[in-house]
């Protein structure tokens, strides 16, 4: 019974065998190239690189996508790992010649993840191919034995990832995107109908509601793995991210119109048709993202915005009548949520590698599109070279523990002074309370397994019998290890190299007690360094980029409104602060969800801040568009409404930075979110100005309503920083 209870645990923290099937192709691959290389060919430098680039590549690297793209990406990884190991080997000769590589390297290496976070996954596994060169013996004679070794272990791996036991395929962020298009597209076409025809669509609107946000709430970046997330600085992963933001919107917008649906049916509704054709649009875009798809088409909701336009009702005929106001409410609404519905079709043609066409309306959100992706690179590198960038930190704190390290190790004269450094690399996290969590483990466990190393060592002596259980220790090390946690781990790892170099170089005990000396160096260095190195991680970070990214969103909001009123040149300048801000925000905020958090801290929905800046700017720029610079000018008691309401939302976003900032609790109030309501206070000034006037003043009023919207459902929590990831109507 207690085994079934054990197993049964296993399986459930092992869902698919995911973990098992790893483990058994990374025993497989380790013990062909081992026993090929130590016992068949006979060499003990073949084998050592040989077995550390299976256990580098295969355990160290988390790569993303299916089975062929992990194997791609090994094969792909092979000229940076044979640099990595010439430069190691040609530095070993001096102990701080091997440091100041390490320095260089660590930081190259952890710093290029800013470019594509994918590469973070393979960054431990580079930096282990450097550190195991670069200690003694200096033998530059052997490089072609240890190229050779590390290029058998990743060929095989690679070839073991698609053929033997490959792991199902999870679900992708494109499908995902795909799945919330198609529920968005659905509430569309139910709001669409409580427009024309309240009673008839009023049973399934409210669980079509219910299924939209729960898709759209699946591709928020934090509730899927680092590996698949759009989270790289490529024009295709830039564009699903503006995707998710722009659907967010798209939803958003629609749940105001279902909200406000008229009481009476309205067949010939501009709002009405202009919806049906952003669900077959929106319905459209997120199929075209599978593979072999068509590329979407946005040329027939161009014709649906069109004719809305022309549609848009002020009055009756007379420019003195009064507007019908929850009319022209729901069309300015209908148009605003037009424009992001074409922000994702053009997203979706991004993300497909379709090209842009030079007179598509949309492409100026989309201009990095035109770009190499070298030129993106160099952007988002040299966004992070920021005094508070979190990549920037986490970098230097790596570089400079493992480069201090290596000094000790070299000084000391350690044996197997590497394990220093790989204790330091598996010590060290982004923040203090992140490696103080895992050093527990990591000396527990590498305590036990000395124990348990050393006593075995003591009776048994010969190397025959270490050979024979060589495929035992790599399957419980990297299988059985996984799924106990982090304690077993690290004990089944300190029995496994044991085990290993009891073939390499016999030492008796004594190996198991230079292995827990090197580790306790080796944990001490990675605390230090994470207590006397920016220690508060990405949160800290975070929140100070959050507060900037505030601030620059509240300067292009009431640069906004001052070009509408004549009073400023188009924001452009605002804007792109606003666009610069978001670089580093995205930054930390995918570190900090890979952090531990402090229970005592107050949460915030993060995702609902980041969607600030995406609803500005591209709210902005379709304003910008269709409402010139200057088309308020000279209305001076429209003018006067406006600068009061951008006044409030100034505040209302410096509020929101300092609670950020500090973790306060907000006790504002939600704003109204019903058309009549927003619109209510600016009906005695429509009556007497002409139709165009009123239509600008209609359209961004509403626009700053949208944002006041946004702002009341963003505030420090002290539940679980998931609540909110849903707008509840």
């Given at each position: 019974?207690?085994?079934?209870?054990?197993?049964?645990?296993?399986?459930?923290?092992?869902p698919?065998?995911?973990?098992?099937?790893?483990?058994?192709?990374?025993?497989?691959?380790?013990?062909?190239?081992?026993?090929?290389?130590?016992?068949?060919?006979?060499?003990?430098?073949?084998?050592?690189?040989?077995?550390?680039?299976?256990?580098?590549?295969?355990?160290f690297?988390?790569?993303?996508g299916?089975?062929?793209?992990?194997?791609?990406?090994?094969?792909?990884?092979l000229?940076?790992?044979?640099a990595?190991?010439?430069?190691?080997?040609?530095?070993?000769?001096?102990?701080?010649?091997?440091?100041?590589?390490?320095?260089?390297i660590?930081?190259?290496?952890?710093f290029?993840?800013?470019?594509?976070?994918?590469l973070?996954g393979?960054a431990?596994a580079?930096?282990?191919?450097?550190?195991?060169?670069?200690?003694?013996?200096?033998?530059?004679?052997?490089?072609?034995?240890?190229?050779?070794?590390?290029?058998?272990?990743?060929?095989l791996?690679?070839?073991?990832?698609?053929?033997?036991?490959?792991?199902?395929v999870?679900?992708?962020?494109?499908q995902?995107?795909?799945?919330?298009?198609?529920?968005?597209?659905a509430?569309?076409?139910?709001?669409?109908?409580?427009?024309?025809?309240?009673?008839?669509?009023?049973?399934g609107?409210?669980?079509?509601?219910?299924?939209?946000?729960?898709?759209?709430?699946?591709?928020?970046l934090?509730?899927?793995?680092?590996?698949?997330?759009?989270?790289?600085?490529?024009?295709?992963?830039?564009?699903?991210?503006?995707?998710?933001?722009?659907l967010?919107?798209?939803?958003?917008?629609?749940?105001?119109?279902?909200?406000?649906?008229?009481?009476e049916?309205?067949?010939?509704?501009?709002?009405?048709?202009?919806?049906?054709?952003?669900?077959?649009?929106?319905?459209a875009?997120?199929?075209?993202?599978?593979?072999?798809?068509?590329?979407v088409?946005?040329?027939?909701?161009?014709?649906?915005?069109?004719?809305?336009?022309a549609?848009?009702?002020?009055?009756a005929?007379?420019?003195?009548?009064?507007?019908?106001?929850?009319r022209?409410?729901?069309?300015?609404?209908?148009?605003?949520?037009?424009?992001?519905?074409?922000?994702?079709?053009?997203?979706?043609?991004?993300?497909?590698?379709?090209?842009?066409?030079g007179?598509?309306?949309?492409?100026?959100?989309f201009?990095?599109?035109?770009?190499?992706?070298?030129?993106?690179?160099?952007?988002q590198?040299?966004?992070?070279?920021?005094?508070?960038?979190?990549?920037?930190?986490?970098?230097?704190?790596?570089a400079v523990?493992?480069?201090?390290?290596?000094?000790?190790?070299?000084?000391?004269?350690?044996?197997?002074?590497?394990?220093?450094l790989?204790?330091?690399?598996?010590v060290?996290?982004?923040?203090?309370?992140?490696?103080?969590?895992?050093?527990?483990?990591?000396?527990?466990?590498?305590?036990?397994?000395?124990?348990?190393?050393?006593?075995?060592?003591?009776?048994?002596?010969?190397?025959?019998?270490?050979?024979?259980?060589?495929?035992?220790?790599?399957?419980?090390?990297?299988?059985?290890?996984?799924?106990?946690?982090?304690?077993?781990?690290q004990?089944?790892?300190?029995v496994?190299?044991?085990?290993?170099?009891?073939?390499?170089?016999?030492?008796?005990?004594?190996?198991?007690?230079a292995?827990l000396?090197?580790?306790?160096?080796?944990a001490?260095?990675?605390?230090?360094?994470?207590?006397?190195?920016?220690?508060?991680?990405?949160?800290?970070?975070?929140?100070?980029?959050?507060?900037?990214?505030?601030?620059?969103?509240?300067?292009?909001?009431?640069?906004?409104?001052?070009?509408?009123?004549?009073?400023?040149?188009?924001?452009e300048?605002?804007?792109?602060?606003?666009?610069?801000?978001?670089?580093?925000?995205d930054?930390?905020?995918?570190?900090?969800h890979s952090?531990?958090?402090?229970?005592?801290?107050?949460?915030?929905?993060?995702?609902?801040?980041?969607?600030?800046?995406?609803?500005?700017?591209?709210?902005?720029?379709?304003?910008l568009?269709?409402?010139?610079?200057g088309?308020?000018?000279?209305?001076?008691?429209?003018?006067?409404?406006?600068?009061?309401?951008?006044?409030?939302?100034?505040?209302?976003?410096?509020?929101?930075?300092?609670?950020?900032?500090?973790?306060?609790?907000?006790?504002?109030?939600?704003?109204?979110?019903?058309?009549?309501?927003q619109?209510?206070?600016?009906?005695?000034?429509?009556?007497?100005?002409?139709?165009?006037?009123?239509?600008?003043?209609?359209?961004?009023?509403r626009?700053?309503?949208?944002?006041?919207?946004?702002?009341?459902?963003i505030?420090?929590?002290?539940?679980d920083?998931?609540?909110?990831?849903?707008r509840?109507?």
């Open positions: 019974m207690l085994g079934t209870s054990l197993l049964g645990r296993l399986r459930r923290r092992d698919g065998d995911a973990i098992l099937r790893r483990a058994a192709r990374l025993t497989l691959v380790a013990s062909v190239v081992f026993y090929g290389c130590r016992y068949g060919a006979g060499s003990s430098t073949l084998a050592t690189y040989g077995l550390f680039g299976t256990i580098a590549a295969g355990s690297a988390q790569l993303p299916p089975a062929p793209q992990r194997a791609r990406i090994l094969l792909l990884s000229p940076a790992v044979w990595l190991i010439t430069v190691g080997s040609l530095l070993a000769w001096s102990t701080w010649a091997a440091a100041g590589g390490m320095l260089v660590g930081f190259v290496v952890a290029a993840g800013v470019g594509n976070p994918r973070v393979l431990s580079f930096q282990l191919f450097y550190i195991l060169a670069s200690f003694p013996p200096y033998q530059p004679g052997t490089l072609p034995e240890r190229l050779g070794g590390v290029t058998l272990a990743v060929v791996l690679a070839v073991a990832e698609v053929f033997l036991w490959p792991d199902p999870p679900v992708s962020y494109r995902r995107l795909a799945a919330a298009a198609d529920g968005v597209a509430f569309l076409d139910i709001a669409a109908e409580s427009l024309t025809g309240p009673s008839a669509a009023a049973g609107r409210d669980t079509r509601r219910e299924r939209a946000y729960d898709v759209v709430a699946a591709i928020e934090s509730r899927n793995p680092p590996a698949w997330a759009p989270t790289a600085a490529g024009a295709q992963d830039r564009a699903l991210r503006i995707c998710a933001a722009a967010r919107e798209v939803l958003a917008e629609a749940d105001r119109l279902a909200a406000d649906a008229p009481p049916p309205i067949p010939d509704l501009a709002a009405g048709r202009l919806l049906r054709s952003c669900a077959d649009t929106t319905r875009a997120g199929r075209s993202l599978s593979p072999g798809a068509p590329a088409d946005p040329s027939d909701l161009d014709v649906a915005v069109g004719r809305a336009e549609a848009y009702p002020v009055g005929g007379d420019v003195r009548a009064a507007p019908d106001v929850p022209l409410c729901r069309d300015v609404t209908a148009l605003a949520l037009a424009d992001q519905v074409r922000v994702f079709a053009v997203g979706c043609r991004v993300a497909t590698g379709a090209r842009l066409d007179g598509d309306a949309s492409s100026g959100l201009e990095y599109a035109r770009h190499s992706p070298w030129a993106l690179y160099w952007w590198f040299r966004s992070h070279l920021a005094p508070r960038s979190a990549h920037l930190h986490s970098s230097l704190r790596l523990a493992l480069a201090i390290a290596r000094v000790a190790a070299g000084v000391l004269q350690l044996t197997h002074g590497f394990w220093v790989l204790a330091t690399l598996t060290l996290r982004t923040s203090a309370v992140d490696t103080r969590t895992a050093l527990r483990p990591a000396v527990l466990g590498t305590i036990v397994g000395a124990v348990v190393s050393g006593g075995v060592m003591v009776v048994v002596d010969e190397p025959i019998v270490y050979a024979v259980v060589l495929p035992i220790t790599l399957l419980l090390a990297f299988g059985l290890g996984r799924l106990l946690g982090p304690v077993w781990q004990a089944l790892f300190t496994l190299l044991t085990v290993v170099f009891a073939q390499l170089s016999p030492e008796g005990w004594r190996l198991a007690e292995r000396v090197d580790v306790l160096l080796g001490v260095i990675g605390v230090l360094a994470g207590v006397a190195m920016w220690p508060r991680g990405a949160g800290h970070d975070l929140r100070h980029n959050a507060t900037r990214y505030l601030e620059a969103s509240a300067d292009a909001v009431d640069q906004t409104v001052q070009a509408m009123l004549g009073d400023a040149p188009p924001p300048g605002a804007l792109d602060r606003v666009r610069r801000r978001m670089v580093l925000i930054s930390s905020y995918c570190q900090y952090e531990r958090h402090d229970p005592r801290r107050q949460r915030v929905n993060w995702d609902a801040v980041l969607s600030t800046g995406h609803h500005v700017v591209p709210g902005a720029e379709s304003l568009r269709r409402n010139p610079p088309c308020l000018a000279g209305w001076p008691e429209a003018a006067a409404l406006l600068r009061d309401s951008a006044g409030r939302l100034r505040s209302a976003y410096e509020t929101l930075a300092d609670e950020v900032a500090h973790g306060r609790t907000s006790g504002r109030a939600p704003v109204p979110t019903t058309c009549v309501d619109l209510d206070r600016i009906r005695p000034l429509l009556g007497g100005a002409d139709r165009q006037s009123v239509r600008h003043l209609v359209e961004v009023d626009w700053l309503a949208g944002l006041a919207d946004i702002l009341s459902r505030h420090p929590s002290a539940a920083g998931s609540a909110g990831h849903r509840r109507p």
